[in-house]
């Protein structure tokens, strides 16, 4: 047998593994984004694959339709919003449409048997709390790289959300969508670029975005089980968008080279910082805060300066 395409590769310690103290301006990032982000809270309340299509209610409420607003013609596919108003007169005064608009609803909770054209149904009968929790109910998987219905469904969460006043499932949906957080049956690289990260809609509600999401970036032994992390690709590329893109640059140049700060989490944010500059919408702003900061970390250790090996 032929051992030549063997190897082994040994590291040397040279000294022993430690454990560091966050220094106290991290460390209050890391409470803001829980003071923010609930760690109680979450965006779906059950874990359920279900499909409009099996909830019988439902189909007796569209066949209803059907007949007496269409002629029963075979080409009816979707509730239009006449179709939804009528839905909502018939409530108030059909009690065998209201049973199964009751029915349709908890067989959805229960099973998560909901969709959009139940939940846009819903919308002018029930409170919006109760849509909301429709919304909460189903979880929507991306059938392709392509597929924008997990960002649609997370996107509607978020404004239901922040209609009904529900601050913690707002902010998480929106987080989830800024970083990209869903479920996908196929997610090629390509398709990444037409993801936006909606970070200036977070400024605009006056929200500390850079607080916020550098807190989100951080690990450590301690953090609640329920913080929320973010995704070191998605961050940075949000303050390409940012109105605040100085003061980004600035702090995260800062805490890279900060040598109160554990190696570890100084990695986390070269790479985050190396994200900024590789989806400058520029190309020579690309290349040139690449090389700016390539001079910059020249002093830095070697973990930090091989974040960039791959630009030489």
Avoid at 177 to 192: C, K, L, P
């Amino acid at each position: 047998m032929d051992f030549t395409q063997y190897y082994i590769t040994a590291i040397l310690l040279d000294k022993p593994f430690s454990s560091l103290l966050l220094p106290k301006e991290y460390a209050k990032m890391i409470q803001y984004v829980d003071c923010m982000v609930d760690t109680c809270s979450v965006v779906m309340v059950a874990q359920k694959y279900g499909e409009e299509d099996n909830n019988q209610a439902f189909k007796s409420i569209k066949e209803y339709v059907r007949k007496q607003k269409h002629n029963g013609t075979s080409e009816f596919y979707y509730m239009d919003s006449v179709d939804q108003q009528f839905i909502h007169d018939e409530y108030a005064t059909n009690r065998q449409v209201r049973k199964w608009m009751d029915d349709a609803v908890k067989n959805a909770l229960d099973s998560g048997n909901g969709g959009c054209e139940l939940e846009e149904v819903a919308r002018n009968i029930y409170s919006m709390d109760t849509v909301l929790l429709l919304m909460r109910s189903r979880i929507v998987v991306g059938q392709c790289s392509q597929d924008r219905a997990p960002i649609e469904h997370a996107r509607n969460i978020a404004v239901m959300a922040s209609q009904a006043h529900q601050w913690p499932v707002f902010i998480r949906a929106h987080l989830d969508i800024m970083n990209d957080r869903f479920y996908r049956n196929t997610d090629g690289s390509y398709a990444q670029a037409g993801r936006g990260t909606y970070l200036r809609e977070l400024e605009v509600l006056d929200i500390p975005t850079q607080q916020l999401l550098l807190g989100s970036i951080f690990r450590g032994t301690d953090i609640p089980n329920k913080h929320y992390y973010g995704n070191l690709g998605r961050i940075g590329r949000a303050f390409t968008e940012s109105a605040k893109a100085g003061e980004f640059e600035k702090q995260v140049k800062k805490m890279i080279k900060d040598k109160n700060l554990d190696p570890f989490n100084q990695c986390l944010f070269s790479m985050v910082y190396y994200s900024y500059c590789n989806w400058q919408s520029n190309a020579a702003d690309r290349v040139a805060k690449l090389t700016d900061f390539k001079k910059d970390v020249t002093a830095c250790p070697a973990y930090i300066r091989a974040v960039f090996r791959s630009e030489e």
